[in-house]
């Protein structure tokens, strides 16, 4: 009988992996390209020195890759010549930036191991890479993954990226579908902990004529937002906020603030106050390291969603074009 469960269960976490990023391994470029992790972070390194606003964007550009269609890469595609409306048309892309990045250290990687590493693990590798550099955990990543050989529809982005007036349950069912348990999806969203939100997800939080938009926001703090995000399409899109009071490091920065009445986001305050997560943000407030844990596991998690294996997909040359 114990032997039954012990193959049962082996056969069960066989199935997970195969649904979660078959394929994959740790040592997948041990003989095509052994460097491949040393000329990412090398290429990036100057970047980060002389850029501070580059992390943060190469984090969000790896979130709205694989929350779309998989870790594929799409998202870096160009339109074509007739001017398809490609992921990067999508309002939900609004303020995607750094793509360029990912192009060059592919041409670094391609000058060493010619066709060999694809764009959406050079992707995956600037990401981790974001989050080390900026103070957060250094998280080794499975490689492995193939390129899409098409680009999809801005409508795809437009379906699948969360609205910023997503609630709680929302987001929570986004990635328990990517295989995230509570603390990994609450975790997940400490992401924000890097860079800034444009005003325009904030409009409808801050001019709503529903009072319980701003439920829990310290009034200060409103005060500040409506300030700085000043009513009107014009402003809105021009205009952002930090997303906590220290935006280019890694920390729980996020979790301190969202508990101080200062989350920006919809999804900031009320996961505060929503009883499935308001005791994981108050641990995250004061454990960075469970926070660290708990972001390193989701990370990878998200990582393998979706992903293109083997014989699926291509390796691009040119990450920005499909041919």
Do not use: W
């Not at 303020?95 to 959406?120: D, L, T």
């Amino acid at each position: 009988m114990r032997r039954t469960i012990v193959v049962v269960f082996f056969m069960f976490q066989c199935f997970s992996f195969n649904v979660k990023g078959f394929g994959l391994s740790y040592n997948f470029y041990e003989k095509s390209c052994p460097q491949v992790e040393d000329i990412v972070r090398n290429g990036l390194q100057p970047i980060f020195l002389t850029d501070p606003t580059s992390a943060p964007a190469l984090l969000r550009l790896m979130f709205h890759d694989c929350q779309v269609q998989g870790c594929d890469a799409s998202i870096l595609v160009d339109p074509g010549n007739g001017n398809e409306a490609t992921e990067m048309a999508s309002s939900k892309n609004l303020g995607i930036r750094k793509r360029e990045i990912v192009s060059m250290v592919k041409s670094m990687v391609e000058a060493q191991c010619p066709q060999q590493v694809s764009c959406a693990d050079i992707l995956i590798l600037a990401a981790r890479e974001a989050v080390a550099v900026t103070g957060g955990p250094r998280i080794k990543v499975p490689l492995g993954r193939r390129d899409s050989s098409h680009a999809p529809s801005h409508r795809l982005p437009d379906a699948l990226l969360p609205p910023a007036t997503a609630g709680v349950s929302e987001m929570l069912n986004i990635f328990t579908n990517k295989g995230m348990n509570l603390e990994e999806s609450v975790a997940v969203l400490g992401a924000h902990t890097l860079g800034i939100t444009h005003c325009s997800n904030l409009q409808n939080r801050l001019y709503s004529r529903n009072n319980d938009e701003l439920r829990g926001m310290e009034p200060g703090f409103a005060a500040f937002l409506r300030l700085t995000c000043q009513k009107g399409p014009l402003t809105s899109n021009l205009s952002f906020v930090l997303n906590d009071p220290t935006p280019f490091s890694f920390d729980n920065e996020y979790y301190v603030n969202a508990m101080r009445g200062r989350g920006v986001l919809k999804i900031d305050a009320e996961m505060v106050s929503n009883p499935k997560t308001a005791h994981v943000m108050k641990h995250f407030s004061m454990n960075e390291a469970d926070f660290f844990r708990a972001f390193y596991s989701a990370f990878v998690k998200l990582s393998r969603y979706g992903v293109l294996t083997g014989k699926q997909g291509v390796i691009r040359k040119n990450c920005n074009q499909l041919s």
